[in-house]
C-alpha cells in the first residue's frame, strides 16, 4: 500500500518538489501510519491535488508509466486511500500535495474517476517529519535527476 517515503528534490521528468529549501529532502512514512486515522479521511477532487508527474498524465502514466513501465501502476490497489497534504508547496499550485498514492490517482483518474478518498494532513503537522537528505546521492530516486 505505502511506499517507504516521500521524496522532494528537482528532477528533469518530475519538475521542482523541493521543501522547505532543501536541496533533497524525504518524510520516511512509516510515521505517518499511526496518524491515517478516520477523522482524516475526505473525498477530494483528484483534480485540486498535484503528484509527481501530474506533468505527463496521461501521455507517460499507467501501462506507459515513466517511472515504472506500469509495473506499479498493474499492482496499486485504490481501496486504499490517498494519502496528501494542503498549505504545502507544489509545482502546480494545487490546493493539495500528494504524499503517496502516484500510481493510485493514475488508475483512478484513467479509469473515470473525479474524486478520490484521501488521508489529509496540513503540512505543519507533518512538517516536523521532514529529513534533509541533500547530501546523500545514493537513492533510487537521483536516478532521474537532472
Not at 506499479?72 to 490546493?95: E, M
Not at 500535495?97 to 496540513?122: A, E, P, S
Request: glycine share 6%; proline share 3%.
Amino acid at each position: 500500500m505505502i511506499n517507504r517515503w516521500h521524496v522532494a528534490c528537482v528532477t528533469c521528468m518530475e519538475g521542482d518538489w523541493r521543501l522547505e529549501g532543501y536541496e533533497k529532502s524525504v518524510i520516511e512514512l512509516k510515521h505517518l501510519m499511526p496518524l491515517l486515522i478516520k477523522d482524516r479521511l475526505e473525498n477530494i477532487k483528484l483534480d485540486d491535488i498535484a503528484w509527481k508527474g501530474k506533468n505527463l498524465y496521461p501521455e507517460k502514466s499507467g501501462d506507459n508509466c515513466y517511472c515504472c513501465a506500469g509495473i506499479k501502476y498493474k499492482r496499486c490497489d485504490t481501496k486504499y486511500p490517498l494519502i496528501v497534504a494542503k498549505n504545502v508547496l507544489n509545482p502546480f499550485k494545487n490546493k493539495y500535495r500528494m504524499i503517496d498514492g502516484r500510481h493510485r490517482i493514475q488508475k483512478l483518474l484513467l479509469n473515470g474517476h473525479t474524486y478520490g478518498l484521501c488521508y489529509v494532513f496540513d503540512f505543519s503537522e507533518i512538517r516536523s517529519f521532514l529529513l534533509d537528505r541533500s547530501s546523500i546521492n545514493n537513492s533510487i530516486h537521483d536516478i532521474k535527476r537532472c
